[in-house]
């Protein structure tokens, strides 16, 4: 079982082989879900942090981590978009990469102030992605506890809440 406590020089993460790897697998799966970060050649706005883009992402995933900063204002939120999506994907993408570097080196780590803020950004990341793909909502434990073992959704609840408890067990430690 994983353990999360405060020592000097910062917070002690410490995971089972399994969970080392869960947690490196959600890693990657996100860097693949976020997609590249390089701009096209010749594209002079991407290489200055400017999309094209305005309209939000078809995929209910990214649309949970990347949501409109307008809801009443589609105009305003395509402008606000446009500029900011660039900024925040590249942060999420660096805070996977800190995650994956910080298991190399191994299962146990100290994870300095910024390293744990990190950690934990990137971990409100993963578990946003999986609830938005297992439709988690507010009664999601009660349907937890009802779901039969052999259901196929069975480990991922299992996961996201396994996740809830390292990403509280690492806000206690980091305040």
């Known amino acids: 079982m994983s353990a999360v406590k405060k020592v000097r020089g910062g917070v002690s993460v410490r ?3 399994e969970e080392a790897a869960l947690v490196r697998a959600l890693m990657e799966q996100l860097l693949e879900l976020l997609g590249q970060d390089a701009p096209g050649p010749g594209d002079e706005l991407a290489a200055v ?3 094209d883009r305005t309209a939000p992402p078809d995929d209910p995933v990214l649309a949970r981590l990347f949501p ?3 809801q009443e204002d589609e105009r305003a939120a395509g402008e606000f978009r446009r500029y900011t ?3 925040l994907r590249d942060g999420k993408r660096e805070a996977a990469r800190t995650v994956l570097k910080t298991l190399e ?3 146990e780590a100290v994870l300095d102030e910024e390293e744990a803020q990190i950690w934990l950004r990137a971990l409100n990341d993963v578990r946003l992605a999986l609830g938005t793909r297992l439709d988690i909502t507010e009664e999601w434990y009660e349907e937890a506890a009802e779901l039969d073992p052999r259901d196929p959704r069975a480990p991922m609840f299992a996961a996201y809440d396994w996740l809830t408890m390292l990403q509280e067990s690492l806000v206690r430690a980091v305040w």
């Open 15 to 17: 995971l089972e082989a």
């Open 49 to 51: 942090g400017i999309s």
């Open 68 to 70: 409109d900063a307008y």
């Open 85 to 87: 999506e660039m900024g």
């Open 105 to 107: 080196r191994g299962r």
